[in-house]
């Protein structure tokens, strides 16, 4: 059985992370444990496993600290669709463009918005087909600053073929421009280029 340490990380990594071990999984299937320090990833690991017919269960070994034990059954683990290979390109044939505005999700606690963008970008990196392009602008350019938490993720994006538009007057405003470490400082006319040509533009 395979075991994943997945003690501090946020929602959807965790799940995520177990759908990629499952995906591994012979015909016969197998079992894999996640280890996770919160009730919140329980509960999402817990649906996961329900949605897809596996067996489920929750040990609650001390205060913050759970296993997640997910039993496959013989056939199942060929039901997940999960991008087995993050660094490999891959088509960006979606149409999807994400434009961000801000280093953080939402509004109310900043705390909680820079943790919930971080969760964010991550899962559009596990995407099987990849955004287009991701286009960052006022304080979103700080997400591709060389020490942002979010530049490896956005690095696998681009690894797998999404273009990266980096808005070079915004970059200027916050002078951070050369610590800029990922895609593409254009202007905004190349961001609404990207835009206008979207079949779908999330805006966050």
């Known amino acids: ?39 919140i990833a329980c509960d999402n690991l817990s649906k996961m496993s329900a949605s897809k017919g596996y067996k489920c269960d929750v040990v609650k ?11 496959v059954g013989a056939g199942q683990a060929q039901e997940v669709e999960v991008s087995q290979q993050t660094t490999v390109s891959a088509p960006s044939g979606n149409g999807l463009v994400v434009a961000i505005s801000q280093n953080q999700m939402g509004h ?9 963008i971080k969760g964010f970008i991550f899962s559009l990196s596990q ?24 530049l490896a993720d956005i690095k696998v994006m681009e690894e797998r073929g999404t273009k990266i538009r980096i808005c070079g007057t915004c970059a200027d405003y916050f002078k951070v421009k050369d610590q800029v470490s990922v895609g ?11 835009m206008s040509g979207a079949q779908k533009v999330i805006n966050i």
Request: net charge negative; glycine share 6%; with cysteine.
């Open 127 to 150: 995407l099987e087909v990849p955004p287009k392009a991701v286009v960052f602008f006022n304080s979103g350019v700080k997400l591709t600053l060389k020490d942002a938490n979010t």
């Open 1 to 39: 059985m395979e075991i994943i340490d997945a003690m501090g990380w946020v929602c959807p990594r965790p799940v995520i992370e177990a759908k990629k071990v499952i995906a591994k999984f012979p015909q016969e299937g197998g079992a894999v444990q996640v280890l996770v320090d919160n009730q």
């Open 61 to 71: 070994r001390a205060d913050k600290d759970y296993a997640v034990t997910i039993t």
């Open 108 to 116: 109310g606690s900043e705390e909680l918005g820079k943790i919930l």
């Open 184 to 194: 593409e400082i254009c202007n905004m006319y190349d961001i609404v280029e990207a």
